[in-house]
T-cell receptor, first 111, second 113 residues
């Protein structure tokens, strides 16, 4: 059974820092990996989706990479801002169409 | 605006009183699903639907029912709610194909007393 782990569970950084969030998964036979952002009291907002044949995706200050063979993905946030404070979740989708989510990294960016 | 809409957003009710949480999407998506989110357990899928009249169990289906009579709607039914179903529930949808991103509703917080 697929297991998804996110490290660290929580992170507090000063504004302006570049930071990396990690996501690892145990079964590399995935269709894709998706990164989400969740604000308190809100649903999940899709940030980036990387297909299994891709190595990375970029959107603005966000860059997500995927190394299927090692079962790892990283989400890089450049020049962090207080508005980036949220919980970040990754999810992998396999053939069953049932995605497996990590438990998230809670990020606080303080001014 | 493309969106997934859940109702109600908040509900406090009592054990055994049947309730329905509605979910509607306006993106003509084939795939819809329900999740619950609990502290320490993360997001777990309850049921999903690949298209109209096609539903299947996720990881934690016990105590829940769903139906998919129309493409846009995917209600979640708790026939006899119990306190262990107190949770934050999310509906999501995506287009056809494994590599379509999921779009989530804003969530429904259910408290079963």
């Amino acid at each position: 059974k697929q297991e998804v782990t996110q490290i660290p569970a929580a992170l507090s950084v000063p504004e302006g820092e570049n930071l990396v969030l990690n996501c690892s998964f145990t079964d590399s036979a995935i269709y894709n990996l998706q990164w989400f952002r969740q604000d308190p009291g809100k649903g999940l907002t899709s940030l980036l989706l990387i297909q299994s044949s891709q190595r990375e995706q970029t959107s603005g200050r966000l860059n997500a990479s995927l190394d299927k063979s090692s079962g790892r993905s990283t989400l890089y946030i450049a020049a962090s801002q207080p508005g980036d404070s949220a919980t970040y979740l990754c999810a992998v989708k396999e053939g069953s169409y049932i995605p497996t989510f990590g438990r998230g990294t809670s990020l606080i960016v303080h001014p | 605006e493309a969106q997934v809409t859940q109702n109600p957003r908040y509900l406090i009710t009592v054990t055994g009183k049947k309730l329905t949480v509605t979910c509607s999407q306006n993106m003509n998506h084939e795939y819809m699903s329900w999740y619950r989110q609990d502290p320490g357990l993360g997001l777990r899928q309850i049921y999903y639907s690949m298209n109209v009249e096609v539903t299947d169990k996720g990881d934690v289906p016990e105590g829940y029912k769903v139906s998919r009579k129309e493409k846009r709607n995917f209600p979640l039914i708790l026939e006899s709610p119990s306190p262990n179903q107190t949770s934050l529930y999310f509906c999501a949808s995506s287009g056809q194909g494994a590599n379509q991103p999921q779009h989530f509703g804003d969530g429904t917080r259910l408290s079963i007393l």
